[in-house]
C-alpha cells in the first residue's frame, strides 16, 4: 500500500523511465530484423518485460541489463514456434501487436495473458487480419484471449480504422511486412505513429501521408535505438507540479512525439505553466526538456478529437480538474472502458471518496472544482495508471491518502515512490 502526505510544493530535476510504447517496439522490430541492435532507455517494466520473454520464446536472442538490451534478430521469416504457450503478462500492446507478426508465420500459437487481460476485447485486431487471411480466434463474441493464431499466407487490404488506435494500426502493419501487396491503414483521428517512424528507421517500404500509411512486404536492417523517457510516466509529475503554485520541476529527455502532448496542450488550455527546452529530432522521434511552474488553473473542455494524444494520461488529468477553478468536461474517452480497469467508473469511485465532484458520462467524465481534497483509503483495481494518478491527488490533500495494490504500478514505472518523494518539499 503507498502512503502519500500532503505537500506545499513540487521542485527538483528529475528523469523518468522509457518510453513503454517505443520499448515494446524496440524489441519486436529488432527481433525480426537482420543483425543486431542496441537499445538504450528500454523501460524494464513488466509490460516490456514480458515483450521479451516472448520474443525469447520465439528464438531471438535478447541480452538485458536494466535499461540496456541487445536484439539478435532472426529476421522476418527467423522466428521459432515456441514450446508452450505465450503470456504476455498484463501487456494488451504485446498481445495485439504480437498478433500481427504472428498471423504472417509458418507455425501455429497461442497467446495468452493475466486475469485482467483476458477480459480485454481483441477483435479489433482479429476482424482486420482476418480480412488479411490470418487464421486468429479468441473466445466469444469480442475474441477475448487466449488467441489462438495459425499463421498463414496474408494478403494485402486497405483499411479504414473505425476508432483511433494506434494498437490496431500496428498490427495490421507488422502483418503487412509478410502481405502480398501493399497494405493501406486509413485513420480519421490520428493515433501514435511510434510503429511507423520504426519502420521507417529499420528500412521498411513504407510511406505516410494525409492519414494514411502503406508498407509492403519488407526486410528490416537493425540499428540502435535511443529511446526517451515516457511522456505518460512524465505526466504524473507535470500535472502535479503546474497545479501546485510555488512549484518549479525540470523533467529531462522527455519523449515530444506530437501524436503523445496531448496533455501538455490540454494542461496549457487550463493555463499551466509548461516551456520545453533542447528539442531534438531522433529517428522521427522527438525528445527534450520540460519546465514546469505551478500556478492556479481553471477547467477546460476535452473534445474527443484530443483523446487520441492524451488516453493514457487522462485518469491523472482527471485529478488535477478537480482542483481547478469550474468544471472540465472530457468527452470520446469510452476507449478507457476496456484498459486496464474501467477507467471511467474507477475515477468516479475513488475521487468521489476523496471528496471531488465527478460525474460519469456516456464516453467521458464531468468534474466540478475546486474540491478541497480529503484523506481515503483508495483502491487501484490493479490499474498502474489508476494508482500513480490517485498518489498524485494525495498530495493535494488535507489527510493522509492510501493506495491499496500499488505494486502495478511497476507495469510502467518501477521507481515512482522514489522519484516522487525526490521532488516532494
Do not use: W
Not at 507478426?101 to 495473458?113: E, S
Not at 456516456?362 to 483508495?378: H, K, M, N, W
Amino acid at each position: 500500500m503507498l502512503t502519500i502526505q500532503k505537500v506545499e510544493r513540487i521542485e527538483g530535476r528529475i528523469s523518468v523511465p522509457g518510453d513503454k510504447s517505443i520499448s515494446h517496439r524496440a524489441v519486436m522490430l529488432l527481433g525480426i530484423s537482420r543483425g543486431s541492435g542496441k537499445i538504450d532507455g528500454f523501460l524494464p517494466g513488466e509490460d516490456c518485460l514480458g515483450t521479451i520473454r516472448c520474443l525469447r520464446q520465439l528464438g531471438v536472442e535478447i541480452e538485458q541489463h536494466d535499461s540496456v538490451v541487445v536484439v539478435h534478430g532472426r529476421g522476418r521469416r527467423g522466428l521459432t514456434k515456441p514450446e508452450g504457450v505465450l503470456d504476455v503478462g498484463n501487456s494488451g500492446t504485446t498481445m495485439r501487436l504480437m498478433a500481427g507478426i504472428l498471423a504472417g508465420q509458418d507455425f501455429a500459437c497461442t497467446v495468452t495473458g493475466d486475469a485482467s487481460l483476458l477480459t480485454r476485447p481483441m477483435d479489433r485486431i482479429a476482424v482486420p487480419l482476418r480480412l488479411m487471411g490470418a487464421d486468429i480466434g479468441g473466445t466469444g463474441d469480442n475474441d477475448s484471449p487466449p488467441l489462438r493464431i495459425q499463421g498463414k499466407s496474408l494478403k494485402a487490404i486497405d483499411y479504414i480504422l473505425p476508432v483511433a488506435s494506434a494498437q490496431v494500426k500496428s498490427a495490421i502493419l507488422l502483418a503487412g511486412l509478410y502481405a502480398d501487396g501493399e497494405t493501406t491503414v486509413r485513420e480519421t483521428v490520428p493515433a501514435r505513429n511510434h510503429t511507423e517512424c520504426m519502420l521507417e528507421y529499420l528500412g521498411a517500404q513504407i510511406s505516410m501521408s494525409d492519414g494514411q500509411t502503406t508498407v509492403r512486404k519488407s526486410d528490416l536492417e537493425a540499428r540502435d535505438i535511443h529511446v526517451p523517457g515516457d511522456i505518460s510516466s512524465a505526466a504524473f509529475f507535470i500535472a502535479a507540479a503546474a497545479a501546485l503554485p510555488g512549484s518549479h520541476l525540470i523533467i529531462e529527455n522527455v519523449g515530444l512525439n506530437p501524436t503523445r502532448t496531448g496533455i501538455i496542450d490540454v494542461l496549457r488550455d487550463m493555463g499551466a505553466d509548461i516551456a520545453i527546452e533542447n528539442l531534438v529530432l531522433d529517428h522521427g522521434e522527438a525528445r527534450g526538456d520540460l519546465i514546469v511552474r505551478g500556478k492556479a488553473l481553471h477547467g477546460t473542455t476535452v473534445s474527443s478529437e484530443m483523446i487520441p494524444r492524451l488516453i493514457d494520461e487522462i485518469p491523472v488529468l482527471a485529478v488535477i480538474a478537480g482542483l481547478a477553478e469550474g468544471q472540465t468536461r472530457i468527452l470520446g474517452a469510452g476507449e478507457l472502458r476496456v484498459k486496464e480497469s474501467n477507467r471511467i467508473a474507477s475515477l468516479v469511485s475513488e475521487l468521489s471518496k476523496l471528496g471531488m465532484t465527478i460525474r460519469e458520462l456516456p464516453d467521458g467524465l464531468e468534474i466540478e472544482g475546486p474540491s478541497c481534497v480529503r484523506g481515503a483509503v483508495v483502491e487501484s483495481y490493479g490499474d498502474h495508471r489508476m494508482a500513480m494518478a490517485l498518489a498524485i491527488a494525495g498530495l493535494f490533500a488535507q489527510e493522509t491518502v492510501k493506495v491499496r495494490d500499488s505494486r502495478c504500478i511497476n507495469v510502467s514505472f518501477p521507481g515512482f515512490e522514489h522519484v516522487l518523494q525526490s521532488i516532494v518539499n
